[in-house]
């Protein structure tokens, strides 16, 4: 019996994992819940363990490729021997060219197959039937028969449309293309070159041109961090830990920091999940402390230490950094830094950015608020309920 073994759906917003190497070779034996191979995703580096006993088997894809989730990636069979072929082509996903000028025309190549809603049916054949055959191509790539009628309407070269993770252009990428801002034209500047970005680099993105669309305001005072200092010291805690902390109990007492902002109303927390920014030297990671209001400071502390350790092991998972209902950016290791304001990240409604300490004990406190939720003079209540809090830590940091 041959079972596919596919490129697993890791967190919500996957759409394509790289798969970073295989532990296994066709034709040796596994066991249930043995590590197969190792998949990078948005954050992380995560395994792909085996649902069942028996024997891998090829084709296998290949390393170092972005391949789309529940696309198959090998086999498991019963018996050695079965399916030892090396590897499976790799997607295809070319690059878009740096010059804006439109490949030359192809011959004409027998259009690969989109799957069309009923209710679009008649639209997509008369739309297929006049597009013209011969119409420009991308390298290493065909567009539908829709996608280079579509791209026709809309005044999109389909010659410059990336194509998607199977290597075509379908209409989401044409639609993706005539709804994307501007590319810069980097053509009058120095020679460069195009090279992929990391998964979390790209996440990042992703995440970052997604987020600004929240319409958020920011709000800034100085507030003395000495006395907090000298508690957590004391404490036997991380500076991390005791302003994690000190912002979870504030969000407590107000909750509209814990709201955030949806199509069908407003989503109220029952829990105070703060995502503290981590920097990992390729991108920014947000580890989520759960339950920080409530939960004993030396559990919040061992947990820290774990989410630590998995960060510098790339060793994530989803649920370690998702859904988060308040953010921290602490950049108080470096001296230079004395204000900086943080993007608010989608699911919450408010991020608290921290700055360097200046010579008397004060650090400028950042605060953004998703203006949907958080009013002006909320957020002055805020920053004045955590300067009391800070200035008094032994009332609260036990």
Not at 46 to 61: C, H, M, N, R, W
Not at 194 to 202: D, G, N, Q
């Amino acid at each position: 019996m041959k079972q596919s073994i596919t490129m697993p759906v890791l967190s919500d917003t996957m759409e394509t994992g790289r798969l970073v190497r295989w532990n296994k070779q066709p034709g040796a034996a596994v066991k249930k819940g043995e590590a197969l191979a190792e998949v990078e995703t948005d954050k992380a580096i995560l395994d792909v363990e085996a649902f069942a006993d028996g024997f891998l088997a090829g084709p296998l894809a290949p390393v170092d490729t972005d391949i789309p989730v529940r696309q198959v990636i090998g086999y498991l069979v019963d018996q050695a021997g079965e399916g030892q072929e090396a590897t499976v082509p790799a997607p295809q996903v070319s690059e878009p060219a740096p010059s804006a000028a439109p490949a030359p025309p192809r011959p004409a190549t027998p259009p690969t197959t989109t799957a069309i809603p009923s209710n679009q049916l008649a639209t997509s054949e008369k739309a297929a039937t006049a597009a013209p055959p011969s119409a420009p191509l991308p390298p290493g790539g065909q567009a539908s028969p829709y996608a280079r009628a579509l791209a026709r309407d809309l005044g999109v070269n389909v010659a410059a449309v990336p194509p998607g993770p199977d290597g075509a252009i379908h209409a989401a990428q044409v639609l993706a293309a005539a709804l994307a801002a501007p590319e810069a034209d980097l053509r009058q500047g120095p020679p460069y070159t195009l090279e992929r970005p990391s998964t979390l680099r790209a996440a990042v993105a992703r995440n970052m041109v997604a987020a600004v669309q929240t319409p958020t305001f920011q709000i800034s005072a100085q507030l003395s961090v000495e006395p907090l200092h000298q508690a957590a010291r004391k404490a036997g805690i991380t500076l991390t830990l005791a302003v994690t902390r000190a912002c979870a109990v504030t969000v407590a007492e107000d909750p509209w920091f814990n709201h955030a902002w949806t199509a069908k109303g407003v989503a109220k927390r029952e829990r105070v999940d703060v995502g503290i920014a981590v920097d990992t030297g390729d991108g920014l990671v947000t580890p989520v402390l759960r339950d920080a209001a409530r939960r004993p400071l030396a559990e919040l502390a061992e947990d820290w230490r774990t989410l630590l350790g998995k960060v510098k092991k790339g060793r994530l998972s989803p649920e370690d950094y998702q859904g988060a209902s308040f953010y921290l950016s602490n950049l108080g290791v470096f001296p230079v830094i004395s204000h900086f304001s943080a993007i608010v990240p989608l699911g919450a409604s408010a991020i608290l950015a921290i700055a360097a300490t200046d010579a008397h004990g004060q650090a400028d406190f950042t605060l953004s608020c998703d203006h949907r939720v958080i009013f002006g003079a909320d957020a002055a209540r805020f920053l004045a309920a955590l300067a009391k809090r800070l200035a008094q830590p032994e009332s609260w940091l036990a």
